[in-house]
């Protein structure tokens, strides 16, 4: 019996390494797979954060693109109806300055910036343009002129007033009523606060 309670003991002995065996491989092999497992979890939430951050700029980014289309969409609106709203202001203060050329005082303020443009040729010969309906003002112009002075009809100017040229000073002298009425279309757009941005 004491053979068999030592082969039992033996049995026992190996059961229990075999089992000590056991528990250790599961141990390290439940450890590696733990390892594993945290190692896919961190590549799994970087790529996963790295999608997210990638779909998120895209979005952001067809969001800037859609805003930045819109915006411009609105801006062109914006452009075309300060565009007409300035257009029919200019063209009823058009319509005013056209009557003013029907009243004596604009044959005086005629005749006042004609001669504004003489002081500035002084005696140098010069061509003085008027438009057709103000060329009966035509003599009384010529006498301001030191010098020879040659007034000639320019269809150019549509609504009034007077434009010298001397060629001796290279220098032109416009005091028509268009080019004063389209300088200020500029200071309109921005004194009346029409920018866009």
Request: charged share 45%; proline share 0%.
């Given at each position: 019996?004491?053979?068999?309670?030592?082969?039992?003991?033996?049995?026992?002995?190996?059961?229990?390494?075999?089992?000590?065996?056991?528990?250790?491989?599961?141990?390290?092999?439940?450890?590696?797979?733990?390892?594993?497992?945290?190692?896919?979890?961190?590549?799994?939430?970087?790529?996963?954060?790295?999608?997210?951050?990638?779909?998120?700029?895209?979005e952001k980014s067809k969001i800037t693109s859609e805003y930045a289309v819109k915006n411009l969409e609105a801006q062109g609106e914006l452009f075309k109806k300060r565009d007409v709203m300035v257009k029919e202001i200019f063209e009823r203060a058009q319509e005013k300055l056209t009557k003013f050329t029907l009243t004596d005082d604009y044959g005086s303020k005629l005749i006042a910036d004609a001669k504004e443009i003489a002081d500035t040729f002084g005696d140098n010969d010069c061509v003085i343009y008027l438009n057709k309906k103000d060329m009966k003002y035509a003599d009384e112009i010529k006498l301001l002129f030191n010098s020879s002075a040659e007034i000639k009809e320019d269809i150019k100017i549509r609504i009034g007033g007077v434009r010298g040229f001397c060629e001796r000073l290279n220098l032109v002298a416009d005091n028509t009523l268009d080019s004063k009425l389209e300088a200020q279309k500029e200071w309109f757009v921005e004194n009346a606060d029409l920018r866009i941005n």
């Open positions: 019996m004491n053979e068999n309670n030592k082969a039992g003991n033996f049995l026992d002995a190996i059961k229990k390494y075999s089992e000590n065996e056991r528990q250790t491989a599961i141990a390290e092999l439940e450890a590696k797979k733990a390892k594993k497992l945290k190692k896919a979890e961190r590549l799994a939430s970087a790529d996963a954060e790295r999608a997210i951050k990638k779909k998120l700029s895209e």
